[in-house]
Nanobody, 129 residues
Framework: QVTLVESGGGSVQAGGSLRLSCAAS????????MRWFRQAPGKQREGVAG????????FYADSVKGRFTISLDNAENTLYLQMNSLKPEDSGMYYC??????????????????????WGQGTQVTVSS
């Protein structure tokens, strides 16, 4: 089992920056795919960014390209999301999620994937205009 704990959320004005962290507990099977999602009140959960942990390959939703950067510190087992030029529409609860190699490696680490083995509890981001 892997536990994911997010932190770093807060309230900022439009144009500001935040850096989210997702600390993953260590397990015999490391996650091979990690993702950030967000959900605003009354809206569906939206995939924001993802990373293939073995290669470090990142991918992003169009709405955050050029503003958000996902990264992974393998030594610290921590996933990050650097968010710059924040907009009010970026507000919401941000969650990290992971696919574990414990269940095989055949499931694609794609932006469209919504089913994951592990989820964090979320950290709130509020961007005011």
């Amino acid at each position: 089992q892997v536990t994911l704990v997010e932190s770093g959320g807060g309230s900022v004005q439009a144009g500001g920056s935040l850096r989210l962290s997702c600390a993953a507990s260590r397990d015999s099977y490391s996650p091979y795919c990690m993702r950030w999602f967000r959900q605003a009140p009354g809206k569906q959960r939206e995939g924001v960014a993802g990373i293939v942990t073995r290669t470090g390959y990142p991918f992003y939703a169009d709405s955050v390209k050029g503003r958000f950067t996902i990264s992974l510190d393998n030594a610290e087992n921590t996933l990050y999301l650097q968010m710059n030029s924040l907009k009010p529409e970026d507000s919401g609860m941000y969650y990290c999620a992971a696919l574990s190699g414990r269940y095989g490696y055949s499931r694609p680490c794609s932006l469209g994937r919504t089913e994951f083995d592990y989820w964090g509890q979320g950290t709130q981001v509020t961007v005011s205009s």
